[in-house]
């Protein structure tokens, strides 16, 4: 059992928000490991070609696999109050690449010598050495976040604000205490305290700090806690409704993908030009060329040239992935 001991100030500061970078993380993990959401499923060719960025790979390495028990915790840094995704996301970004170099060599050095069973790759620890790591962990997420998660962010984002705002009206109706104990079987409140059902005992001293509530999506069903970086207490739990029957039709490929890319895989059943897909979806050209090169790259679209047009058209992965039969 971990037990955060918390005073007055603490539950005056404590706060619910959405991670950018905790959802990143977990995408990455499954995608790193060939690993499938219990939800939606297979992380997807997007995701699997982001990983050959060098940085992506790096951020990838320092996640835990093949029963690891750590990720540190600077890869996920605590959520500022920014309401705007972009705030949000560029703070988070901001604080990777301004990591203390000692926290950095604390959680990436000595506390995946206790946690993994895998030693840390040489290549990795010169990187650590070197003071170079923040800032290509910072671009690995920016990254990332591009190629996998940012068009697809609202589909997610509306489920964590349906959280949250579920939350807010539980703690005006039933207070602090009573709303944090319904978070979850594994966490409960006990006065002067949060207790986390873990294997192992321990306490921590929060008060007078920020103590953030995270729900948390692309890591359902887990509850993860983070203490190790200074002055930062973040917990995460299972936002409500993931799981539900509804998350699991055809349209879930719009959470990962973004709705923009998903409706124009469902348009390409039939070969079309950009031009067509701008005209018939109402994006602008530009915008389409940018989404059908990441398709294209990701193996879900194949093109072809046809006179003065290039054409485009859906794999059959794509169709796999949309829950359609492929066009013959």
């Known amino acids: 059992m971990l037990t955060l001991r918390v005073d007055a100030d603490t539950v005056a500061r404590t706060r619910l928000s959405p991670s950018p970078a905790s959802e990143s993380m977990a995408w990455l993990k499954l995608t790193a490991a060939s690993g499938r959401h219990p939800?939606?499923?297979?992380?997807?060719?997007?995701?699997?070609?982001?990983?050959?960025?060098?940085?992506?790979?790096?951020?990838?390495?320092?996640?835990?696999?093949?029963?690891?028990?750590?990720?540190?915790?600077?890869?996920?840094?605590?959520?500022?109050?920014?309401?705007?995704?972009?705030?949000?996301?560029?703070?988070?970004?901001?604080?990777?690449?301004?990591?203390?170099q000692e926290d950095l060599e604390s959680q990436v050095f000595a506390y995946t010598r206790t946690h993994w069973r895998r030693p840390l790759?040489?290549?990795?620890?010169?990187?650590?050495?070197?003071?170079?790591?923040q800032r290509r962990l910072a671009n690995g997420f920016a990254r990332f976040w591009r190629d996998t998660l940012?068009?697809?962010?609202?589909?997610l984002?509306?489920?964590?604000?349906?959280?949250?705002?579920?939350?807010a009206t539980a703690i005006a109706t039933q207070g602090v205490g009573r709303t944090l104990g319904a978070l979850h079987p594994g966490i409960a409140w006990a006065g002067d305290a949060v207790t986390v059902a873990k294997p192992w005992d321990g306490e921590i001293e929060v008060t007078g700090r920020d103590l953030v509530f995270v729900p948390s999506v692309l890591s359902w069903p887990d509850v993860l806690i983070q203490?190790?970086?200074?002055?930062?207490?973040?917990?995460?739990y299972p936002?409500?409704?993931?799981?539900?029957?509804?998350?699991?039709?055809?349209?879930?490929?719009?959470?990962?993908?973004?709705?923009?890319r998903a409706a124009l895989l469902a348009d390409l059943e039939t070969a079309r030009s950009t031009a067509e897909l701008a005209t018939r979806s109402g994006y602008t050209p530009a915008t389409v060329s940018y989404h059908l090169s990441a398709l294209h790259?990701?193996?879900?679209?194949?093109?072809?040239?046809?006179?003065?047009?290039?054409?485009?058209?859906?794999?059959?992965?794509?169709?796999?992935?949309?829950?359609?039969a492929p066009a013959r």
């Open 239 to 260: 936002a409500q409704r993931i799981g539900a029957a509804r998350d699991r039709g055809p349209g879930s490929i719009a959470r990962v993908v973004g709705d923009a």
């Open 150 to 155: 940012a068009d697809g962010w609202p589909g």
């Open 39 to 100: 939800v939606f499923g297979d992380p997807g060719p997007l995701a699997r070609a982001s990983l050959a960025h060098p940085d992506v790979a790096l951020l990838a390495d320092l996640l835990p696999r093949d029963g690891d028990t750590y990720a540190p915790d600077l890869l996920t840094p605590q959520p500022g109050t920014g309401t705007r995704c972009r705030d949000l996301l560029d703070e988070q970004i901001a604080q990777i690449e301004a990591a203390a």
């Open 297 to 324: 790259r990701a193996g879900l679209v194949t093109k072809a040239r046809a006179g003065r047009y290039v054409l485009y058209q859906r794999t059959a992965q794509a169709a796999d992935l949309l829950g359609k």
């Open 227 to 236: 203490v190790d970086t200074p002055g930062q207490f973040v917990l995460y």
């Open 121 to 133: 790759r040489d290549t990795t620890r010169r990187i650590a050495e070197s003071g170079r790591m």
């Open 157 to 167: 984002r509306s489920i964590i604000d349906q959280d949250i705002a579920h939350r």
